[in-house]
């Protein structure tokens, strides 16, 4: 994950202008190892500033996404972004749906697929959801004791 520095880094490389609010965001993804929706963020930052937009917020974290400094990606309860990876080499992610661990997938699919000569690939996604081996054994125990609840047990 890209530390607050390296965000800010990139931010300020890029031309943007690092405001207080930027920097607030920065610290936010560069502390914080999960993903955020964008209203998370949103209430986050109103804590500290008052009348800020959610507009303002969404649209910082769509240029923060188009750098590079966060991921973006789609769960089934919305959008979330997360502080991207500091790995050099290109790669994608599995996702716990239950706690939203992530683990490195060290290759990448796009090598697999025959683009046709009439198609240019400017950008891509792959990210696996499942759940890993601690939620995994407690979503059994959860739907043992359930049965078991529901038989009367």
Not at 3 to 28: H, Y
Not at 55 to 75: A, S
Not at 99 to 111: A, R
Not at 114 to 132: I, L, S
């Amino acid at each position: 994950m890209l530390s607050t520095e390296q965000i800010l880094e990139v931010m300020s490389g890029q031309g943007l202008r690092i405001t207080d609010q930027r920097k607030t965001l920065a610290k936010l993804f560069g502390e914080n190892k999960g993903y955020l929706s964008a209203k998370d963020v949103y209430e986050h930052m109103g804590r500290k500033y008052s009348g800020l937009s959610f507009d303002t917020v969404y649209r910082n974290l769509r240029v923060m996404e188009e750098l590079g400094v966060l991921e973006q990606i789609v769960f089934e309860d919305g959008v979330k972004f997360k502080g991207s990876c500091n790995h050099q080499d290109h790669h994608h992610h599995m996702i716990c749906l239950q706690c939203e661990k992530t683990y490195p997938i060290n290759f990448c699919p796009m090598n697999l697929t025959d683009t046709p000569d009439q198609f240019r690939v400017v950008k891509h996604k792959f990210e696996v959801f499942g759940y890993c081996k601690e939620c995994e054994e407690n979503r059994e125990e959860e739907l043992v004791a359930a049965a078991n609840h529901k038989k009367g047990v």
